[in-house]
C-alpha cells in the first residue's frame, strides 16, 4: 500500500522516491538503503499498479523505482500508464529478471534506467541519482550490446526468437513457464480468458510452436534459463 513516511525525517532538499514491488523485504530493504542518503528519501511504497498511481498523485514524487514483476501487472505496463499520465516523472526499473531479455523493453516503454536486484548497493544508488540528473542509466555491458544491435540493425544474426514477442505475450509466456493456467494468468493480469488465448496462439506463431505441449516445454525451458 502506498504510504507517507514521517514528515519530520524528510527535509525539503531531499529527492522524493516511491518505490513499487509486490516483495515487502525488498521494499523495506530499498527503503532503508536510499533513506541512508543525505540527498534522498522513499516517501511511498506500493505493491501493485494501483497503488502506484495513486501514490504518485498523492505523493508527487521526483522518481518512481519499478520492479517488472508485479501481482496484477508486469512492471512494463505500469511504466507505459506513467508516462502517459505523468510525462516528466523519470522511471527507474529495478528488477531481478535479465537485462538482456527486459532492459529494452523497460526502456521502450519510458524508463529511464534499467539495474538489476543483484547489482552491489552503491550501483543502485549510483543508477537513481543518474536518473534523477536527467541521464539514462543501464551497465556497460548492456550499453554495448544496444550499441551493437543499432549498428547490426534489423534481423539482427543470433537474436533470440523470444525478442520477437511483444511485452504482454512475453509476459503470459513467462507465466506459462511458471505453471499458470489460462484461468489463471487472466485472473491475474485482469484480462479475459479469450484474450489469453489470443495472446498463447501468436506466441506459438512467432516461435514456430505446433500445439500447447511444445508451448508449455519452451516457456517451462525459458523460464528456467532465466533463473
Known sequence: MASRMPSKTEPSEKRRIIIVDDHPIVRQGLAQ???????????GQAEDAHQAMRGIRELNPDLVIVDVSLRTTSGIELIKDIKVQFPSLPVLTLSMHDEAIYAERALRAGAKGYIMKQEATEEVVNAIRRVLAGTVYVSQGMAAKMV??????????????????????????????????TREMAEKLYLSVKTIETYRAHIKEKLDLQDANELLRAAIRWANAQR
Not at 538503503?33 to 516517501?43: G, K, R, T
Open 148 to 181: 551493437s544491435k543499432i549498428i547490426a540493425g534489423p534481423g539482427e544474426k543470433g537474436a533470440s526468437p523470444v525478442d520477437r514477442l511483444s511485452d504482454r505475450e512475453l509476459e503470459v509466456f513467462r507465466l506459462i513457464g511458471e505453471g499458470y493456467g
Open 33 to 43: 538503503l536510499i533513506n541512508q542518503e543525505d540527498d534522498l528519501y522513499v516517501c
